[in-house]
């Protein structure tokens, strides 16, 4: 009986884990409707304002900077120190959403690293600040509570310090890594080279683009205020995108969880069966037992 009691409790035990994962697999989802609109409403204007800045940074190369001469668009093909700002979640169980970002960022220290270039982390979101932290990776400045209540203020301030070091001259590349939001089962890792702003590879400009650039005075102050919103609106969309990916695979973590909940009740209930089945006849035979004995 001993035995009956143990798989029972068991059973109960995985039974009320079953319902706090069936919760917040609700939760995730009604979060992950809010944010997943939010996502794919902010997307229009950062594409937009991407392709608007990769058209600026083709029109400078064409030139070769005699209109506008700008750090923004000038390729170092030796930079000396580079800022990697790294988005994660503040909370965890998430399936390997955070781990996808934290290996990125890794693979990149390694590959700077073996290069003699050096890399300043500013982290986003406690579960990335924790792990290098754990990991005895210094990081120039940090970022709690943002990732899971996203706002533009928030953007505008951990953007700005790396562009301010940019502009300085401080650092010579800002790279932006965050675990975007694809659908509703899975997410995509975005490495995103945020200054220099070159253009693609394979640009090219359609004969009906209206773009021209002219010596005109204040063009300078024009062009520093575009990119000014491209940097804050490139974090915002980060943060906003990221967090998406986050509610769906929490979504997704939380449901593996409830069907692997399932399956132990269902292993557990059959040997809760078999068990007592056999305590039955043991009981059985000692009943026959007992009464042959007596004749």
């Not at 409790?9 to 884990?17: A, C, E, F, L, M």
């Not at 902010?42 to 392709?51: G, L, P, T």
Request: net charge positive; with cysteine; charged share 25%.
């Amino acid at each position: 009986m001993a035995n009956l009691k143990e798989i029972k409790r068991k059973i109960k035990s995985v039974q009320n884990t079953q319902k706090t994962t069936r919760a917040m697999k609700l939760v995730s989802t009604a979060k992950l409707k809010r944010a997943e609109m939010a996502a794919k409403q902010s997307r229009v204007y950062a594409v937009k304002i991407n392709e608007v800045l990769s058209e600026i940074a083709y029109k400078i190369n064409q030139y070769k900077s005699e209109v506008i001469e700008s750090r923004f668009f000038d390729k170092n093909e030796t930079p000396s120190t580079v800022d990697i700002v790294f988005v994660t979640a503040d909370k965890g169980l998430c399936g390997g959403f955070n781990i996808q970002t934290i290996k990125a960022v890794r693979k990149l220290l390694e590959e700077y690293a073996q290069k003699n270039i050096k890399v300043r982390l500013r982290g986003v979101g406690r579960k990335g600040i924790a792990f290098f932290n754990f990991q005895g990776v210094p990081l120039f400045a940090t970022y709690a509570g943002v990732s899971s209540a996203p706002n533009y203020e928030k953007a505008q301030e951990i953007i700005k310090g790396a562009i301010d070091d940019f502009v300085q001259g401080t650092t010579d590349k800002v790279i932006l890594v965050h675990n975007g939001y694809k659908n509703m089962i899975s997410q995509e890792l975005k490495i995103t080279d945020i200054v220099p702003v070159e253009p693609p590879l394979d640009y090219s400009l359609d004969s009906t683009s209206l773009m021209e650039l002219e010596p005109l005075d204040g063009g300078e102050e024009i062009l520093n205020s575009l990119m000014q919103k491209y940097f804050e609106y490139n974090m915002y969309y980060a943060l906003i995108d990221s967090l998406a990916a986050e509610h769906s695979a929490r979504m997704q973590a939380m449901e593996n969880a409830t069907n692997n909940a399932s399956d132990r009740v269902n292993m557990l209930t059959l040997a809760y069966n078999k068990a007592r089945q056999e305590s039955i006849t043991t009981e059985l035979i000692e009943i026959i037992s007992g009464v042959e004995s007596m004749k």
